[in-house]
């Protein structure tokens, strides 16, 4: 009897999911979050935290999106759960997971207690730059289980971004403004992802700091910047930004049709593609002074 017993219990051992041991880790906001080991059922309220996990080969036990993750196509497969900022909670508590991933920066502390108050662990990230997002890979990696397909997604993107430092370096640097949108003109200004990408690529961002990371500008403001190469996110159904300067020919830019666009995503998702954004704007930098193409397609 003893002997079965002992085999019992070497059984439930081996066998028992490694899921239910939990796991403490400290968050982008250095809170204390118990995650199990390898959580089973994951929801995303993040898209670029969704191509992560898709890049780390996780996305098997991802059970929930938002409308937004759009990256890969086959995210579209996964249960929406509405908006970044305000979801469906009650979509998410059917789902029943055992982590939700939030942004700061898009999240608010009253989302975090309700989804808190439904039992649910809750990881936050915040990638503000290039180095936080390799972090975020990496760190991400740990807390779902993965880590070495983690740190091997951090590196590439590492490399990548390297690479395009190193080949933009000893080049002229042409003055830059990026435009987030274009109506009304809202800019990426210092401390945000944009312009780190702008930075490694070789450029200077001429959005000076102040206390909105993005400020609405008046066409005084992008007449006195007067940029070598105005960057342009492009969205489906907006007007072209070409014939939008075209008034503004006073524009060094304009005058010598430096206006390039750029896939969004590749610049505003702190993810996996970092690296094609920062390649796409090296290239364009490179090419001021002739005539440039667009930089990715949506």
Not at 92 to 103: C, E, G, K, R, T
Not at 194 to 220: F, H, K, M, Q
Not at 270 to 276: A, F, H, K, Q, V
Request: aromatic content about 6%; overall charge negative; some cysteine.
């Amino acid at each position: 009897m003893v002997r079965i017993a002992t085999i019992f219990l070497w059984v439930v051992c081996v066998t028992w999911p490694v899921s239910v041991q939990a796991v403490a880790w400290t968050d982008a906001m250095g809170r204390s979050v118990e995650v199990a080991a390898m959580p089973q059922r994951i929801v995303s309220l993040v898209p670029s935290v969704t191509e992560i996990l898709y890049e780390l080969g996780a996305d098997d036990r991802l059970v929930g999106v938002t409308r937004f993750c759009t990256y890969p196509p086959r995210a579209a497969n996964k249960t929406q759960v509405g908006d970044y900022a305000d979801p469906n909670l009650e979509a998410v508590a059917s789902l029943d997971p055992d982590l939700v991933i939030l942004a700061a920066d898009t999240a608010n502390p009253a989302l975090l207690s309700r989804i808190e108050a439904l039992g649910i662990a809750v990881y936050i990230v915040y990638p503000k730059g290039v180095r936080e997002t390799i972090a975020t890979i990496r760190n991400l990696g740990r807390v779902v289980g993965v880590a070495e397909a983690g740190e091997q997604a951090a590196r590439r993107l590492h490399e990548a971004i390297e690479r395009v430092r190193v080949s933009a370096s000893g080049r002229e640097s042409p003055s830059v403004v990026f435009c987030v949108m274009t109506q009304p003109l809202v800019v990426a200004g210092p401390g945000t992802l944009i312009d780190d990408l702008i930075r490694v690529a070789g450029g200077r961002n001429l959005v000076p700091p102040g206390p909105n990371r993005y400020p609405t500008w008046g066409s005084e403001s992008l007449l006195t910047a007067d940029p070598d190469i105005i960057v342009i996110s492009s969205h489906p159904g907006k007007v072209d930004p070409v014939k939008l300067f075209a008034d503004w020919p006073e524009i060094k830019a304009v005058r010598n049709n430096q206006i390039v666009s750029i896939e969004p995503d590749w610049v505003s998702r702190p993810g996996p593609r970092l690296g094609l954004g920062a390649a796409a704007l090296a290239e364009a930098f490179g090419r001021v002074g002739s005539k440039p193409e667009v930089m990715g397609e949506r």
